[in-house]
């Protein structure tokens, strides 16, 4: 599947909006940048045609953002740890991505929280070679592999080094490779600079379909999640700069308002209606697939945009296990300041 066309914003117009525009810095932290008085706000997506998050473009296609008087202009980057970068650079509002930036953040002395919380799940998955797949059927045995991520820094590579951990492994054990998302992931593993790597529906889904690649960690559902990481892994949210959501109170609870509305219908409808509201070209010419991803990733969504206590706190101690930066700080680390279940309850209430 592509994962970027020529609607979408690409890293290098961002790269240059952020360059050009000092406002959009100052709108990011203070007051003056969205939607209360006719601006636009600017989220960056992780890759916006992942089924991960979904919400978002879902969110665009359902009306819902002008139902709330918002105008939104979606970006997208294929890696969080990019989407991030252009958070803190002030070159947008918000961002579409996993949780746990925001407590990888606050070691570095910067404040993010997730406003709604999407998921309790990573959606992800790790998927082994076919080829390889017959010696290598756990992390335990990652030791020597050349192992995908998105990026170095994004949630894929978190992911990836957590289960190493776990399962006795030392990151320096393995390789790190920056295989990206969706064909370029695909092509790395079909060409064998990979062994396995973590990706997300619909990458999962066409692997499997053309028999390139298997299910090796199972991390869509909370039976699997639990037993990989050993509780709850908050993932896909819409997190933001601290000041920001202090300055901008009425812009957020706008953005809450429309996204647990479309997590709302997201759990009273199907993988097909689903899709069927999607643009076409995120089905990558075939779709019936697209259906079937949606379909396996879909419980991931918790309907209510509400964090679990108890799944923040998994997250923490998860990246506990393998940062060194969150290991040294995770008793300073604030949780209470990482998310809000602020917005999304007055969202539910309204």
């Given at each position: ?11 290098a ?8 525009s ?7 932290r ?49 890696a ?9 650079s ?49 992390p ?50 079909d ?28 991390m ?13 892994y ?8 601290c ?15 429309a ?6 219908w ?40 509400v ?7 998994n ?6 296990q ?9 008793d300073?680390?604030?949780?209470s ?14």
């Amino acid at each position: 599947m592509r994962t970027t066309t020529p609607m979408r914003a690409t890293a290098a117009a961002v790269a240059a909006l952020t360059a050009l525009s000092l406002s959009a810095c100052r709108d990011s932290r203070g007051g003056g940048g969205g939607g209360t008085d006719g601006g636009t706000v600017k989220i960056m997506v992780g890759g916006i045609d992942k089924v991960i998050y979904l919400p978002a473009k879902l969110t665009e296609q359902l009306g819902y953002f002008k139902e709330q008087g918002l105008k939104v202009q979606l970006l997208t980057e294929p890696a969080g740890a990019q989407a991030e970068n252009v958070l803190i650079s002030g070159g947008v509002q918000g961002v579409v991505g996993f949780y746990d930036h925001s407590i990888q953040l606050q070691t570095k002395g910067k404040c993010v929280q997730s406003v709604v919380q999407m998921a309790d799940v990573p959606g992800e998955a790790e998927m082994v070679s076919t080829g390889k797949a017959g010696s290598l059927t756990s992390p335990a045995g990652f030791k020597g592999k050349k192992l995908g991520v998105t990026s170095p820094g994004s949630s894929t590579d978190f992911l990836t080094r957590a289960l190493a951990v776990r399962n006795g492994v030392k990151t320096s054990d393995y390789s790190t490779v920056k295989a990206g998302a969706g064909q370029t992931f695909m092509s790395t593993m079909d060409n064998g600079g990979i062994d396995a790597g973590m990706t997300t529906d619909p990458t999962i889904a066409k692997l499997v379909s053309t028999g390139k690649a298997k299910v090796m960690v199972e991390m869509r559902t909370e039976e699997g999640t639990r037993k990989a990481l050993g509780g709850l892994y908050p993932s896909s949210s819409l997190y933001m700069d601290c000041s920001y959501v202090k300055s901008n109170g009425e812009t957020v609870q706008k953005l809450a308002n429309a996204f647990v509305k479309t997590l709302g219908w997201i759990k009273q409808h199907k993988p097909a209606e689903i899709a069927a509201k999607m643009p076409a070209d995120y089905a990558g010419g075939d779709p019936k697939l697209y259906e079937k991803a949606i379909g396996d990733s879909i419980s991931m969504f918790n309907g209510d945009g509400v964090m679990k206590t108890d799944a923040a706190e998994n997250a923490l101690k998860v990246l506990a296990q393998f940062s060194p930066e969150v290991s040294e700080k995770k008793d300073e680390i604030d949780l209470s300041k990482t998310y809000t279940t602020q917005f999304v309850t007055k969202a539910k209430q309204s």
